[in-house]
């Protein structure tokens, strides 16, 4: 395959950057300050509601004029883009409150209107909230959609500790499957069917490395939980830098598309990368599966999924429609003898016999 020369490309990373505790009451300052003070602010349900004693003052006291808000209970692109475009003319931002969601249709409505989104995390249950794509139905599918990488990113940590713990274990899920992600990455590469960036590589690399490698792995502690933040930004940064998702999603991922597609009861995102990572990492043969097995037993993450193990008869359907989702797309699962191989893994590693089962 041919490919152009490199092209010089402007990296977009996050202007305002908020990670403390105490920082939801002070958006409407932050806003302020930059001169945004009309905004339409989009909610996870349920969030409002929890959120409001704090928000709410902030943006009063600042004098930022809420001009529009709903909770956000679809993802269809045809809603959205109809709802963006009959935004108030005085928008100057679109604010994100909550989790996926939210997030991915206020990035996106913020895109099209090419106007500045401030991305405010409940959880750190996926590196969405810094990415610059959104996941979004796109014809009756879920696809990931172009978008633009936040203006801003104010991550509460008092919010974030008051969140399930579902949602800490699905943020580790979806921080360890950079491994693989990586590794698919440079084999599409290697055999030309995919450009590497090195520079993105490393951020992703480093995004795991500041995780994992800097303290305990109690995903309880405050400091566990603003590491996980700072990683999953990283992350988001290096699929900005890269110009595709590639840092963070491979096989794992298509994996966990399938299951939604396929599944009785699909599981939180990271629950479902996090499972399929380990399967993909022995697929592999990586050189760091026992890392993937180490950080996903140490931080209980094994023990979580154990309690509710996911459907084998879901999982072995997701393997089989996951080489089919992206179209030139190479991953460990292109290879024509993946599947077969992924079944002897499942059925004879100790591990997976616990965590996927019929």
């Given at each position: 395959?041919?490919?152009?020369?490199?092209?010089?490309?402007?990296?977009?990373?996050?202007?305002?950057?908020?990670?403390?505790s105490?920082?939801?009451?002070?958006?409407?300052?932050?806003?302020?300050?930059?001169?945004?003070?009309?905004?339409?602010?989009?909610?996870?349900?349920?969030?409002?509601?929890?959120?409001?004693?704090r928000?709410?003052?902030?943006?009063?006291?600042?004098?930022?004029?809420?001009?529009?808000?709903?909770?956000?209970?679809?993802?269809?692109?045809?809603?959205?883009?109809?709802?963006?475009?009959?935004?108030?003319?005085?928008?100057?931002?679109?604010?994100?409150?909550?989790?996926?969601?939210a997030?991915?249709?206020?990035?996106?409505?913020?895109?099209?209107?090419?106007?500045?989104?401030?991305?405010?995390?409940?959880?750190?249950?996926?590196?969405g909230?810094?990415?610059?794509?959104?996941?979004?139905?796109?014809?009756?599918?879920?696809?990931?959609?172009?978008?633009?990488?936040?203006?801003?990113?104010?991550?509460?940590?008092?919010?974030?500790?008051?969140?399930?713990?579902?949602?800490?274990?699905?943020?580790?899920?979806?921080?360890?499957?950079?491994?693989?992600?990586?590794?698919?990455?440079?084999?599409?590469?290697e055999?030309?069917?995919?450009?590497?960036?090195?520079?993105?590589?490393?951020?992703?690399?480093?995004?795991?490395?500041?995780?994992?490698?800097?303290?305990?792995?109690?995903?309880?502690?405050?400091?566990?939980?603003?590491?996980?933040?700072?990683?999953?930004?990283?992350?988001?940064?290096?699929?900005?830098?890269a110009?595709?998702?590639?840092?963070a999603?491979?096989?794992?991922?298509?994996?966990?598309?399938?299951?939604?597609?396929?599944?009785r009861?699909?599981?939180?995102?990271?629950?479902?990368?996090?499972?399929?990572?380990?399967?993909?990492?022995l697929?592999?043969?990586?050189?760091?599966?026992?890392?993937?097995?180490?950080?996903?037993?140490?931080?209980?993450?094994?023990?979580?999924?154990?309690?509710?193990?996911l459907?084998?008869?879901?999982?072995?359907?997701?393997?089989?429609?996951?080489?089919?989702?992206?179209?030139?797309?190479?991953?460990?699962?292109?290879?024509?003898?993946?599947?077969?191989?992924?079944?002897?893994?499942?059925?004879?590693?100790?591990?997976?016999?616990?965590?996927?089962?019929?």
């Amino acid at each position: 395959m041919f490919y152009a020369p490199y092209p010089n490309k402007q990296i977009n990373i996050p202007y305002l950057l908020k990670i403390g505790s105490g920082k939801v009451k002070k958006i409407g300052k932050y806003l302020a300050d930059k001169n945004l003070v009309n905004a339409a602010v989009f909610w996870s349900e349920g969030i409002q509601h929890l959120l409001s004693e704090r928000f709410y003052p902030g943006m009063e006291e600042n004098k930022v004029k809420i001009v529009y808000e709903q909770d956000v209970r679809f993802i269809n692109i045809e809603e959205i883009t109809k709802i963006t475009f009959n935004l108030p003319k005085t928008t100057d931002v679109i604010i994100g409150i909550g989790g996926g969601k939210a997030l991915d249709f206020a990035k996106f409505c913020a895109h099209l209107l090419r106007l500045p989104f401030i991305s405010v995390p409940t959880s750190t249950s996926n590196d969405g909230f810094c990415s610059p794509n959104s996941s979004l139905i796109v014809d009756g599918k879920r696809k990931t959609v172009k978008a633009s990488i936040p203006f801003g990113v104010v991550a509460d940590l008092d919010v974030i500790k008051e969140s399930p713990q579902i949602c800490l274990y699905s943020g580790v899920g979806d921080m360890v499957s950079k491994i693989t992600a990586l590794y698919d990455w440079k084999q599409a590469a290697e055999r030309g069917l995919d450009r590497y960036n090195d520079f993105a590589s490393l951020m992703s690399y480093n995004s795991l490395t500041l995780l994992f490698n800097k303290h305990s792995t109690n995903i309880n502690e405050t400091s566990f939980q603003r590491s996980l933040v700072n990683s999953l930004l990283t992350s988001g940064i290096a699929m900005e830098i890269a110009g595709s998702s590639r840092p963070a999603s491979g096989s794992e991922h298509l994996i966990s598309h399938g299951l939604d597609a396929v599944s009785r009861r699909p599981r939180m995102h990271g629950l479902q990368v996090g499972v399929a990572t380990y399967l993909c990492a022995l697929l592999q043969n990586n050189p760091s599966t026992s890392y993937v097995r180490d950080i996903l037993s140490v931080t209980g993450f094994f023990n979580y999924i154990k309690q509710d193990p996911l459907s084998k008869d879901d999982f072995i359907k997701a393997l089989q429609m996951a080489p089919t989702i992206k179209a030139n797309y190479y991953t460990v699962l292109s290879e024509p003898d993946s599947f077969a191989r992924a079944l002897q893994i499942i059925d004879k590693d100790t591990i997976l016999n616990q965590i996927i089962r019929y």
